[in-house]
């Protein structure tokens, strides 16, 4: 399942393509326990992102996430944009200066990603954020992976894993930033930044399924 630089970018292009179709159904759950902003801070720094793109054109997988994450942090408002901007850096950091991606790669990027969200937003799982998206899914491809499951298979069991995310994070309180102001009040609201990832997972995987 090589990914080309070239693809690297066509997929970024897809990933902010999702999240401005998504843009008024994020700010919406936002706006019951956020700022009401989520969805449109994130459409506006991926359209920051797409413009940047065509200076990309060449570079290395490394440098191209590097840039998503440094023009996310400097375009979303919120804790979105140090936080996806972090995962964006970290996933460059752990893939170095590769021009083609494995399986195994996408799998260290999703790790150093997660790992980056963890240690800047100060988060765990059960806090009512994308963590509860992330991690279940970055278990969920290891371990299909690790089963001898080929990427599309991988990939599809963590997309999976992250709407159930998604859908436990209706079930609990919020720990974590302006959404933890409303204590129990933040039960039954799904978190928007969790719903994000999940969407950012789903369009990867459909990217990569769709390749000829």
Do not use: C, W
């Amino acid at each position: 399942m090589p990914l080309t630089a070239q693809e690297l970018m066509d997929m970024i292009r897809a990933i902010g393509q999702t999240l401005e179709e998504n843009k008024a159904f994020l700010t919406e759950l936002d706006s019951a326990i956020g700022d009401a902003d989520h969805g449109i801070n994130m459409a506006k720094g991926f359209h920051a992102v797409e413009e940047k793109l065509p200076d990309l054109t060449g570079k290395d997988a490394g440098t191209i996430l590097k840039t998503v994450g440094m023009t996310l942090v400097s375009t979303v408002g919120g804790a979105a944009g140090p936080l996806y901007g972090t995962a964006f850096m970290r996933a460059g950091m752990a893939v170095g200066s590769k021009e083609v991606l494995d399986t195994r790669d996408l799998v260290r990027a999703l790790e150093a990603a997660i790992q980056g969200i963890k240690q800047r937003g100060k988060a765990e799982r059960g806090d009512k954020t994308m963590i509860d998206a992330l991690e279940p899914a970055y278990e969920a491809i290891e371990k299909e992976i690790a089963a001898g499951k080929e990427a599309g298979a991988a990939l599809a069991a963590g997309v999976a894993a992250a709407e159930a995310g998604v859908e436990y994070t209706k079930g609990i309180i919020a720990r974590k930033g302006r959404a933890s102001y409303l204590g129990e009040r933040s039960i039954g609201h799904q978190d928007p930044g969790a719903t994000s990832s999940y969407l950012i997972l789903k369009t990867m995987a459909e990217f990569l399924s769709g390749r000829k």
